[in-house]
């Protein structure tokens, strides 16, 4: 069972600095059913490759279990395909021989764990049980290129036909630890068969690493059922928790960085741009405690935390591991005493009210109320404007007419795929205008980034006061 990531990020050699693992040793680890072996069959400045290598022992797993009664069971426990195909088996390797990458943690390259890079990962046996459209229902929707050939049953009888396997190529720029956790989830989902017993643990191993893009995958009620192995309480249970937890949080949720809306943007640096504004905006208002909220990997809070004029600082987002990637960011751990106490990072959602929230001087709201759906808009408008209750609030969000500048965003179709609407600048400034009438603000509008004469920014800015 094998393997392969490869990056052309340069160097390509911090490859290893990303998995905890240098590129000139063999590591073993043992795991439970046999052994995993990493090591690097090339390790260059433009191009390294890493490879997990899988020794499955097919006794020592029979011996752990009980299995089919009668000679035929025995035969299958023995004889059959597990030590060879990319499986389940996987998942647990790549937790434990790669624990820390998939956490997103690197003690060397911190910044480099949390940026997308250029990745390829291949998969030279992956069965699939659906075939190669299931396959690319799976990966396409998560941003990457599918490279599949089917595998032959025999390639001596090519009369015979094609199998369930298929040799596949990953390519995508994403975080390592976002890579692996797609992964993670969905190898068993492709073969839809698990090693060992699945029990509510599992449930909460799905959300952990799904909970960034599991709520806005196309397909994702198959993913639930072959992850949690068929079984309906599980399968319901998690569904449900999808409605009442992920959907109404998801749309918060670490989007700022998502590889699509940056490719596009960045050419003329607009998210830095964007931050820049917000962060002059808040500077000038004079304020001192300050709101983040949806405040993802902490890019914002980057910039406030270096300013003296703020005093306390707080960022709210919804996932935890975007929370675990700022506090990697900011290096909350080695902050000084002073710096450590003005700021703070909050888990919770923008669509509930929240005492914590209350008697700031100035909240910033960055691309994120494009995430919400839109019945939900009242309830984050109720959050901020009413509950919360800033002096100032600034609000930024894509300008829909400005895509027809990107060559390489089909029409209609949205920046980032877990948006759920981009607005005109009028219908920007009517929700804008609205809100500020039921909630005691005055408005005024910016733009962010190059203004075009017909199409406008490609960002524009709300900023409230009252």
């Known amino acids: 069972m094998l393997l392969l990531l490869t990056t052309t990020h340069r160097p390509a050699t911090d490859l290893g600095y990303l998995l905890h693992k240098h590129p000139q040793r063999l590591h073993r680890i043992d795991l439970p059913f046999g052994e995993a072996q990493v090591f690097f069959p090339e390790a260059g400045e433009e191009r390294c490759t890493a490879a997990i ?23 299958t426990q023995y004889v059959n395909d597990r030590p060879y195909v990319t499986s389940s088996f996987l998942s647990v390797a790549i937790a434990r021989a790669l624990g820390s990458a998939l956490k997103g943690q690197s003690k060397d390259r911190p910044e480099l764990a949390a940026t997308a890079i250029p990745l390829e990962l291949t998969l030279p046996v992956l069965p699939c049980r659906g075939g190669e459209e299931f396959l690319r229902r799976i990966f396409e929707p998560l941003s990457y290129r599918v490279l599949a050939k089917a595998l032959p049953l025999d390639p001596s009888f090519p009369e015979w036909g094609e199998s369930r396997y298929f040799h596949v190529t990953l390519q995508a720029e994403k975080m390592l630890c976002e890579a692996l956790g797609h992964l993670y989830v969905l190898v068993p989902v492709l073969d839809d068969e698990k090693h060992y017993w699945v029990t509510d643990e599992e449930a909460d191993k799905l959300f952990r690493y799904g909970e960034s893009w599991l709520h806005a995958h196309p397909e ?26 992920v959907a109404p949080d998801g749309p918060e949720t670490e989007v700022r960085g998502a590889a699509e809306e940056a490719a596009l943007e960045r050419q003329i640096s607009l998210n830095e741009q964007r931050l820049e504004a917000v962060f002059a905006v808040l500077r000038e208002a004079g304020a001192k405690r300050v709101l983040d909220l949806g405040c993802g990997e902490g890019r914002l809070l980057q910039r406030l935390l270096a300013e003296p004029q703020f005093e306390e600082i707080v960022g709210l987002e919804v996932a935890w591991r975007s929370l675990e990637r700022a506090s990697a960011r900011l290096k909350l751990d080695r902050l000084a005493p002073r710096q450590r106490e003005k700021l703070k990072l909050l888990h919770g959602s923008l669509v509930y009210r ?52 990107w060559e390489r965003l089909p029409a209609g179709q949205y920046r980032h795929r877990d948006h759920r609407f981009e607005w005109t600048r009028d219908q920007f400034q009517a929700w804008a205008s609205g809100v500020a009438g039921r909630f005691g603000y005055t408005v005024r509008f910016q733009s962010i980034g190059a203004d075009d004469a017909v199409v406008g920014p490609p960002t524009q800015m709300g900023v409230f006061t009252r």
């Open 53 to 75: 290598l899988l020794d499955v022992n097919t006794v020592e797993m029979v011996r752990r279990r009980s299995g089919p009664e009668g000679e035929a069971g025995l035969f």
């Open 220 to 245: 994702r009620e198959t993913i639930v059922a072959r992850y949690l192995k068929h079984q309906r309480s599980l399968i319901r249970d998690a569904l449900a928790r999808l409605e009442d937890e």
């Open 354 to 405: 929240d005492q914590r929230l209350a008697g700031f001087d100035a909240a910033a709201v960055v691309e994120v109320i494009e995430h919400l759906d839109p019945p939900r808009l009242a309830a984050f408008e109720r959050v901020v404007f009413e509950q919360a209750r800033p002096t100032l609030v600034a609000v930024t969000t894509p300008n829909a007419e400005y895509n027809v500048k």
